[in-house]
């Protein structure tokens, strides 16, 4: 069974800076993506960035430059570096991992909130 723990989200002021961390554990092959993806209100989750286990990554167009996506794969553990932040980046962050030959299998972390206060 794969399981995801996300951490480092809270209260910060507009222009500040959060560090998120994700731990996977369990059963996971070498090949896999782990990323990012966020959720407000009634909207659908939307992808924040991902990041292959070679380490190429991928973010949202609207927040390349303030946003960084790590890994560490022998930790097992996703990281989301982010930057002057902004009240609209006010939302639920969850970690994701897709694992599997085809990159079948997606896992969830329980997700951890973000707040920027203005």
């Known amino acids: 069974q794969v399981q995801l723990v996300e951490s480092g989200g809270g209260l910060v002021q507009y222009g500040g800076s959060l560090r998120l961390s994700c731990v996977a554990s369990g059963t996971i092959s070498s090949s896999n993506f782990m990323g990012w993806y966020r959720q407000t209100g009634g909207k659908e989750r939307e992808l924040v960035a991902s990041?292959?286990?070679?380490?190429?990554?991928n973010y949202a167009d609207s927040l390349k430059g303030r946003f960084t996506i790590s890994r560490d794969n022998a930790k097992n553990t996703v990281y989301l570096q982010m930057n002057d932040l902004k009240p609209e980046d006010t939302a639920v962050y969850y970690c994701?991992?897709?694992?599997?030959?085809?990159?079948?299998?997606?896992?969830w972390g329980q997700g951890t909130q973000v707040t920027v206060s203005s």
């Open positions: 994701q991992l897709k694992t599997g030959l085809w990159l079948q299998n997606t896992y």
């Open positions: 990041i292959t286990n070679g380490g190429r990554a």
